[in-house]
């Protein structure tokens, strides 16, 4: 079982920065892979991005590319979405989620977190 915990989310001007963190416990591999997704009121669950444990080259949504970096620590075992130049679309309940592959695809992640609400105000 792994344990996720998102924090960071808020209320935030368009343009500006946020940076949401996820908190991983229990059983954890370097092999895994931390996924960041996010879910509008009335859309489907999208893909932002995700990285290893382990490092390696991340993955990005085109949606987010050069807007947002996914990084992690693994001496903290937490793993962090920093946002710039968001935008009132971009607002939405942003999960991280666990996966054994790396993949944008929601049905590959195992374990997600209860989610952190953004709010981009224009």
């Known amino acids: 079982q792994v344990q996720l915990v998102e924090s960071g989310g808020g209320l935030v001007q368009a343009g500006g920065p946020l940076r949401l963190s996820c908190a991983a416990s229990?059983?954890?591999?370097?092999?895994?892979?931390m996924g960041w997704f996010r879910q509008a009121p009335g859309k489907e669950r999208e893909f932002i991005a995700a990285?290893?444990?382990?490092?390696?080259?991340?993955i990005y949504a085109d949606s987010v590319k050069g807007r947002f970096t996914i990084s992690s620590d693994n001496s903290k075992n937490t793993v962090y979405l920093q946002t710039y130049s968001l935008k009132p679309e971009d607002t939405a309940v942003y999960y991280c989620?666990?996966?054994?592959?790396?993949?944008?695809?929601?049905?590959?992640?195992?374990?997600w977190g209860q989610g952190t609400q953004v709010t981009v105000s224009s």
């Open positions: 989620a666990v996966s054994y592959r790396l993949s944008g695809i929601s049905r590959d992640y195992v374990y």
């Open positions: 229990g059983r954890t591999y370097r092999s895994d892979v």
């Open positions: 990285t290893r444990w382990s490092g390696g080259s991340p």
